[in-house]
């Protein structure tokens, strides 16, 4: 990228496929000089106007002649920025990713961010909305003696309408049979990503809402709308990331067990919604499993701005971005939409909507993991898992893990610490000193606190248990549930 100017940036491009097709959105805000390619049959061709080039042609660059280079790819990211700063020399602060979530108007991660300025973004949300004077159709319902007006879209419309008339006996009716007094008064649901002239304090964005907090993080509410729906006589409590998401089978527990685990889940959010589940569960709680991966003392899931979007679930339950302090403007929004919901219609038809739209595929759970399809995608995300210098997460870490178990003994619940087994070839590819420095802090507060360590890091699991490198398929998890209810026996006779 050029210097900043007030015409935008020069930048240079990495990547010419599908995701930067969707960078082409920005192209009004991005002076762009061209695009560079590895392939090369692209290579001295034209992408939407522009140039491409081989990697080669940054080495031309000075240093000063840019300010940012902005990697475009999904699949291939972290190679390519592997690539510009050991092939390329490129400074790796000079190095933007670029995701295809980028397009969307309510989002712009703190990554694109960087090269655009307060006006940019504004006027990058004013381009991205349709205009409309008024809505074609409305619909009006009565909740607690009141009526609402409903703005008809696209989007989410049509699971809202079978919600409405379900619960409150919607009927649709045409624009022009509503007064202008009713109108300007009622409560407005928009479904879709238009813009309307409606009052903004009456004004319900709940298409906006369901993404931002909904869509942005499936497995969060596919985990939540499970335990809402079997949270009576819980005995036992799961968490940690998607390791353990996957290699629990609740089902063939001894023990009647919740996973709260969610991808990305770090131990901070771990320990947040164990205790506002466990609040809300009561004493019947007796045993939870702390699951952690190698990494996990020194991962902060509230400072890892490529997966930021992350936390919007967490902070509609728990209201609090940790230590992210760059969203509170969507923690307001997402504070004041849900009062609105709440208030107006009621606190599940976002759940409704959600589930009408999603349905998890588990068919990759019964893949068996092979060696030979292995990309460079997966090379790079454990690089990037075990580039964690971050001495202030460790030392935080290291104080939630304790205040975590203390939670639980002091209250007498029976703690596990779970570290699942791994394939060798992950084994082979990570930092074994996060793993010693992980060990060594589970073996001083053992020194303060009772509970039971459940190692099988070191175990050697065949390939066929798995169905990536590091995630047990569902024979891996059949196994490793069966293991653990040896453990839960003579507590549960």
């Not at 009456?202 to 079997?230: A, G, H, P």
Request: hydrophobic share 30%.
């Amino acid at each position: 990228m050029d210097k900043k100017h007030r015409g935008g940036f020069h930048g240079n491009y990495f990547g010419t496929g599908h995701t930067a097709q969707c960078l082409m959105e920005y192209k009004e805000i991005l002076n762009i000089k061209y695009f560079i390619d590895n392939s090369k049959e692209k290579q001295e061709g034209r992408f939407n106007g522009y140039n491409v080039y081989a990697p080669l042609k940054l080495k031309e660059e000075s240093d000063d002649s840019y300010e940012y280079i902005i990697i475009a790819s999904e699949q291939f990211a972290y190679s390519m920025k592997k690539q510009c700063i050991e092939i390329l020399g490129i400074k790796k602060e000079k190095i933007i990713i670029f995701h295809e979530r980028d397009i969307t108007p309510w989002y712009i991660s703190g990554e694109i961010a960087k090269v655009l300025s307060d006006d940019d973004i504004t006027k990058r949300k004013k381009d991205l909305h349709k205009k409309a004077e008024n809505a074609p159709f409305c619909v009006t319902y009565s909740k607690d003696k009141k009526v609402t007006f409903f703005l008809y879209g696209e989007g989410y419309t049509g699971c809202v309408l079978e919600y409405l008339n379900e619960k409150y006996n919607a009927v649709i009716v045409d624009d022009d049979r509503v007064s202008g007094e009713q109108y300007s008064n009622g409560i407005h649901i928009i479904c879709d990503e238009m813009e309307y002239t409606t009052p903004e304090e009456n004004t319900i964005y709940l298409s906006r809402y369901i993404d931002i907090v909904y869509m942005n993080n499936r497995d969060f509410w596919n985990m939540l709308i499970k335990y809402q729906r079997q949270k009576k006589d819980i005995k036992a409590i799961i968490t940690g990331m998607s390791y353990f998401r996957d290699a629990f089978i609740c089902e063939l527990l001894k023990i009647l067990a919740v996973k709260l685990t969610c991808s990305s889940q770090d131990l901070f959010y771990d320990f947040m919604m164990f205790k506002e589940i466990y609040q809300k569960t009561g004493e019947g709680v007796n045993h939870v499993f702390i699951g952690l991966a190698p990494y996990s003392l020194r991962y902060d899931l509230s400072l890892a701005s490529s997966i930021e979007y992350l936390l919007f679930s967490y902070y509609s339950c728990l209201h609090t971005f940790h230590n992210n302090k760059k969203l509170d403007q969507i923690g307001k929004f997402i504070d004041d939409q849900k009062a609105k919901i709440e208030g107006n219609i009621d606190e599940h038809i976002c759940e409704y909507v959600y589930e009408q739209y999603t349905r998890r595929n588990d068919e990759k759970l019964w893949e068996t993991f092979q060696l030979d399809s292995l990309r460079e995608s997966d090379y790079m995300e454990v690089e990037e898992e075990f580039n964690k210098p971050y001495q202030a997460t460790l030392e935080e870490n290291k104080l939630i893990i304790e205040e975590y178990i203390s939670y639980c003994t002091s209250r007498n619940i029976s703690v596990y610490l779970v570290i699942p087994p791994f394939t060798n070839w992950y084994k082979e590819h990570w930092k074994q000193s996060y793993c010693d420095e992980l060990k060594m802090v589970i073996r001083d507060l053992r020194n303060k606190y009772e509970f039971t360590l459940l190692d099988f890091s070191e175990q050697d699991w065949e390939d066929k248990y798995f169905y990536n490198n590091g995630h047990l398929n569902m024979y891996g998890a059949r196994r490793f549930t069966n293991i653990l209810n040896t453990y839960l026996t003579p507590l549960t006779e």
